[in-house]
């Protein structure tokens, strides 16, 4: 069975850096095209970036040059490096896997950014 699982999320001053990984378990990594969505309280969930399976990458224009999303497909992780957080960052970060007809989610992991 494959599994989504996501790590690294904490609390951090604005200006700050997190780094998420997103760990997939299961064959065929390679295949499946990865996103990290956030949803803040009240706020509907949002795909903040992305990394297809060729790895083309796409972003929000709100992280654009603070965040970076790479792959590394041997470890079967996806990474969301996070740099000059800001509060409006604050969300719960979710990863989502899709592969032909697998659609999965991890648990989520929180950031918060406050001082």
């Known amino acids: 069975q494959v599994q989504v699982v996501e790590s690294g999320g904490g609390w951090v001053q604005p200006g700050g850096s997190l780094r998420l990984s997103c760990a997939v378990s299961g064959m065929f990594f390679h295949l499946y095209d990865i996103g990290w969505y956030r949803q803040a309280p009240g706020k509907q969930r949002e795909l903040v970036a992305s990394v297809t399976s060729g790895g083309s990458t796409n972003y929000v224009d709100s992280v654009k040059g603070r965040f970076t999303i790479s792959r590394d497909n041997a470890k079967k992780t996806v990474y969301l490096q996070m740099n000059s957080l800001k509060p409006e960052d604050a969300a719960v970060y979710y990863c989502?896997?899709?592969?032909?007809?697998?659609?999965?989610w991890g648990q989520g992991t929180q950031v918060t950014v406050s001082s």
């Open positions: 989502n896997a899709k592969f032909v007809s697998r659609d999965l």
